[in-house]
């Protein structure tokens, strides 16, 4: 073994998974999240080529917890077999066909003929598509398809970009994606770019909902926001005010108890519910008008 390869893991409550993933991530070089059982904890990974600071982990770690509202546990720091971890998780992200879309690590072959092919890497940020959320959203897109074309799509809390760039390859269209977390933003434009709809899929760094950094964003007929329960049910009144009157917005990131909470929200805007997807104790929303 030699030294410089690390492993950080942590074993984590749901609602923390995604804050402690990406608020982690950019102190290593390969990040694996795996959801332990439907609803319940998350097992989070990180391998790095030199021993992560302590200190700034722990502060990281502690911003993390604020903002999901979680306790989390010490992480376990240790040195690591010297293995190409990002290889290996490339090699184990197998292909995921959902509905007419096909996601693929760069590894691998585009899908078969008919199928819209997105080339994403496993172990960039959070939504590469194997997780319960981002499939009951690609399903959602898949079906909304069949209704007619989108001509102003928004993805909120963007991660990798899958939804952002489904949208631009489905529709040739342009979609505006954001997200809070930089680095995610950074992953989403490589993809986008991988995925050749750099010039269709603009993404910033922010709520998707503010002024600031993006012009028009008002009027938009079909609004992904996959994050988590209390803020997609926070955001609900901003979000409403950005849709056009023939929008769809697809919600995901909760679990089924959740539901209500977050429905009640969107329906004192107006919004009501029009089908629901559930995957593995994962709730998709899909409303309108």
Same mark, same amino acid.
């Given at each position: ?139 959602? &897109?898949? #079906?909304? !398809? +069949?209704? /007619?074309? %989108? ?7 963007? @991660?990798?970009?899958? *939804? ?98 977050? &429905?009640? #929200?969107? !329906? +004192?805007? /107006?919004? %009501? ?7 593995? @104790?994962?709730?998709? *929303?899909?409303?309108?008008?």
């Amino acid at each position: 073994m030699r030294p410089g390869v690390w492993r950080v893991e942590l074993i984590v409550p749901a609602p923390a998974a995604e804050a402690v993933a990406r608020a982690i991530e950019p102190l290593g070089d390969a990040l694996s999240a795996f959801e332990l059982a439907p609803g319940g904890d998350w097992r989070i990974v990180l391998h790095a080529e030199k021993p992560p600071d302590r200190a700034t982990l722990e502060a990281v770690l502690a911003v993390a917890a604020l903002a999901s509202g979680s306790r989390l546990p010490p992480p376990d720091i240790a040195p690591e077999d010297d293995i190409d971890w990002l290889g290996r998780l490339r090699e184990s992200f197998p292909p995921i066909r959902v509905g007419r879309f096909y996601l693929h690590g760069s590894h691998l072959p585009p899908g078969p003929p008919g199928a819209v092919s997105i080339i994403v890497d496993a172990a960039t940020a959070f939504g590469s598509g194997e997780h319960a959320t981002t499939r009951g959203c690609l399903t959602a &897109l898949d #079906a909304v !398809a +069949r209704r /007619g074309r %989108r001509r102003r799509p928004l993805d909120v809390g963007t @991660g990798t970009g899958v *939804l952002a760039i489904a949208a631009a390859r489905l529709w040739h269209t342009k979609v505006a994606a954001t997200d809070l977390d930089g680095e995610s933003v950074r992953v989403a434009r490589f993809n986008a770019r991988i995925n050749r709809v750099a010039g269709r899929v603009r993404v910033d760094i922010g709520d998707g909902l503010s002024p600031s950094g993006w012009r028009g964003r008002r009027g938009h007929d079909l609004v992904f926001a996959n994050i988590l329960a209390r803020p997609l049910a926070a955001m609900a009144r901003r979000l409403a005010g950005a849709l056009a009157p023939n929008a769809v917005v697809v919600l995901s990131g909760l679990l089924a108890r959740q539901e209500r909470q977050v &429905l009640a #929200a969107y !329906a +004192r805007q /107006g919004l %009501r519910l029009e089908r629901r997807i559930a995957i593995d @104790g994962w709730h998709t *929303l899909v409303l309108g008008r």
